[in-house]
């Protein structure tokens, strides 16, 4: 078994370094935004990472996008900006349904101007009553004229809100769910801030007052929504695990150098018992969930549908223990690691809602459990 990085990674990671050394002066700022920063969005663009999250076909690096590509990305990127991370990812998360389903007038109008950063994504699922139990969304899409759809309702938390250039949004459509493509400048659409979160990014609600759709605004299959959401799922759930091993690098990095710096009683910190303890454990764990998420990437290359499973625990494995390991870098720092907008202090709140997001733990718990009878059986 070969438990090294392709060359091919290998470049990515590097062309990702040049980034986010471009990006770090601007982090800071950056990630205590909950609007665009026009910086971080022109060195994403002009670095062409955006390539990696659409098909070849239309302006892509990959003849179809590479889950591993985008978990190495992210990691880097993470570990420096969550803005950059999250502008990142979300172009993929956004537009994959337009890349596995979208119709060949969908892909030409869209993914191209993905790739170059022209147009930014975002995908609506999120309600103010709906999280993880997608079945319970309220928005609605109805039947309009011959060959017109309406969509009402709302959408909370939903990331890139109000910069991005269309959403793809999952819509109750009656007895089934249909995903639809809606332009940001739909008439009927309107957003809002949400509520700023410990770790601010581009957030926004939005609300659909009788948007009038053509029936070719119809991602894939009428009443097929769940299917592309599932397969988006699919491909970029393992990413989140990749930007929890940013967190989780990062913040062990300033641990050590903390740990192997400050004196007291005598000696290095390091060389303290319990310190030592917190950076051996923070050490083999990082290394664990780094092993984790890229076979559960590997094997998202090929099968992300059928392996979804091993994308769930890697998210739930490299979520929990980056958190684990930020407290513990915090605690070996001491007050060094609480002064507000610290790399420290700034790590601690990023990580917290990566637990939460594209899956939370307790949920992603029951889902790995239910598969595990087929899993030792198969």
């Not at 370094?17 to 665009?36: F, H, I, K, Y």
């Not at 956004?94 to 389903?101: E, L, Q």
């Amino acid at each position: 078994m070969n438990f090294q990085l392709a060359p091919v990674y290998l470049d990515l990671q590097k062309e990702a370094a040049v980034v986010a050394a471009r990006v770090e002066p601007m982090a800071v700022e950056a990630d205590g935004m909950s609007t665009l920063h026009e910086g971080v969005r022109q060195a994403l663009a002009d670095s062409h990472l955006w390539e990696l999250l659409v098909p070849k076909a239309h302006g892509g690096r990959f003849e179809a996008v590479d889950p591993l590509a985008v978990a190495v990305v992210r990691e880097v990127l993470m570990g420096v900006s969550s803005h950059a991370d999250s502008l990142f990812a979300l172009q993929g998360i956004g537009s994959y349904a337009i890349s596995v389903g979208g119709s060949p007038e969908q892909k030409a109008q869209w993914l191209p101007k993905v790739a170059l950063g022209e147009s930014l994504a975002a995908l609506g699922l999120t309600e103010p009553v709906a999280g993880s139990d997608l079945k319970s969304l309220t928005t609605t899409l109805t039947q309009g004229s011959a060959d017109t759809l309406v969509l009402n309702g709302s959408k909370a938390f939903i990331s890139n809100g109000g910069v991005a250039d269309f959403y793809s949004v999952l819509a109750k459509d009656e007895d089934g769910f249909t995903l639809v493509l809606v332009p940001a400048d739909s008439p009927g659409l309107s957003w809002t801030l949400t509520p700023e979160i410990i770790a601010p990014h581009v957030l926004a609600d939005l609300t659909f007052d009788n948007i009038v759709l053509p029936a070719s605004a119809i991602l894939g299959r009428r009443k097929a929504g769940l299917e592309l959401v599932l397969a988006t799922l699919s491909v970029f759930r393992v990413s989140v695990a990749g930007a929890c091993l940013g967190v989780a690098s990062a913040a062990l990095r300033e641990a050590s150098d903390h740990a192997h710096t400050r004196e007291q009683f005598g000696k290095p910190l390091a060389r303290h018992g319990p310190v030592a303890e917190m950076l051996a454990d923070s050490w083999t764990e990082l290394e664990a969930a780094r092993l984790l998420t890229y076979r559960a990437a590997e094997l998202a290359q090929t099968n992300p549908a059928g392996t979804l499973h091993h994308s769930s625990m890697a998210k739930l494995f490299a979520s929990e223990a980056a958190g684990r390991i930020v407290d513990r870098g915090v605690q070996i720092m001491g007050r060094w690691g609480l002064i507000r907008d610290s790399k420290m202090e700034r790590l601690y709140r990023q990580a917290r809602p990566m637990r939460i997001y594209e899956g939370a733990s307790s949920v992603l718990r029951l889902s790995i459990a239910r598969e595990l009878p087929r899993e030792m059986n198969s």
